[in-house]
């Protein structure tokens, strides 16, 4: 189980690094511009395939200042367990997610914009999320 869903974390990273670092170099207006960019929705669907026998679905969304990351597990998990462990993989890499809202800022143009990584079991209940301010 551990090994699992850390793994889904450092996958995760690995997708949001992606998107981000193929998107930079152009500001877009506002969170739902850059979500729809015809280069950004490519880099979704590729990394939704990849996910695809992972047991982890994708889906990107914005709501105001927010770029929400939803991943949802296929099987339901304890979560309590996998709440300790996505927690304990997130704090092992803070530092590149904050880099990645950071990276968000510089792409968009939004007051304090913030990203958003949530995990889900199958019947919509949060196992854990955390939200990363631009610096």
Same mark, same amino acid.
């Given at each position: 189980? #551990? ?28 969170? +739902? ?11 979704? +669907?590729?990394? =939704? ?10 889906? /990107?969304?914005? #709501? ?39 990276? /968000? =800022? ?10 958003? /990584? #949530? ?17």
């Amino acid at each position: 189980m #551990r090994k699992t869903a850390y793994g889904f974390l450092i996958l995760v990273f690995v997708i949001l690094s992606a998107l981000i670092t193929g998107c930079t170099g152009h500001q877009y207006d506002t969170l +739902e511009d850059f979500l729809a960019g015809e280069e950004m929705q490519s880099l979704i +669907e590729e990394d =939704k395939s990849a996910l695809a026998d992972s047991g982890l679905s994708l889906e /990107v969304t914005s #709501r105001e200042n927010q770029l929400i990351y939803t991943y949802t597990y296929s099987q339901m998990l304890e979560v309590e367990t996998a709440k300790d462990i996505l927690k304990e993989g997130m704090e092992a890499e803070w530092d590149a997610f904050q880099k990645f809202a950071d990276d /968000v =800022k510089k792409s968009v143009k939004v007051e304090n914009p913030v990203v958003v /990584v #949530r995990y889900l079991n199958p019947d919509g209940t949060e196992i854990y999320s955390e939200t990363f301010s631009a610096e």
